[in-house]
């Protein structure tokens, strides 16, 4: 390592076109480098969110959560599910997993809406369908 500073020491012009050469390099990337300040980027979380008024979080997560985890677990290409259970909504997120298109997860998940059993299809199926037709 002390050759080379050696050696640009006594060589200045080799230093300076060096200096140059990084110099005129990085000024013609900072404008050929294409930036974004909000890039597309493919969604790898499908996500479900169905109401339940009036109803506290414990019963949300029995009456609701509960049954939407245990009809989704059995799809494959799902890597993680993450429920929030709130007062008066239950919120799912799955995560898909590598090698698997975020779109066809939606719509293994659409057409497992049957499984919900004791609650209301229509809110489940608006919810499913309108993030099933966001990934198209």
């Known amino acids: 390592m002390k050759g080379i500073i050696t050696w640009f020491v006594d060589n200045v012009v080799a230093a300076n076109l060096l200096m140059f050469i990084l110099l005129s390099g990085g000024i013609m990337s900072l404008f050929t480098t294409h930036q974004e300040e909000f890039p597309n980027v493919d969604p790898d979380v499908v996500s479900i969110t169905v109401p339940y008024l009036g109803a506290s979080p414990e019963e949300v997560e029995r009456g609701v959560c509960i ?3 245990e009809a989704i677990e059995s799809i494959q290409g799902i890597d993680k599910v993450n429920t929030t259970a709130s007062e008066g909504v239950c919120s799912v ?3 898909v997993a590598d090698g698997f298109d975020s779109a066809s997860v939606a719509c293994l998940l659409y057409h497992k809406k049957y499984k919900f059993q004791k609650y209301d299809m229509q809110i ?3 919810r499913l369908k309108q993030t099933y037709q966001s990934l198209h």
Do not use: F, G, K, S
């Open 67 to 69: 049954r939407i985890e």
């Open 93 to 95: 997120a799955v995560e």
């Open 124 to 126: 489940v199926q608006r």
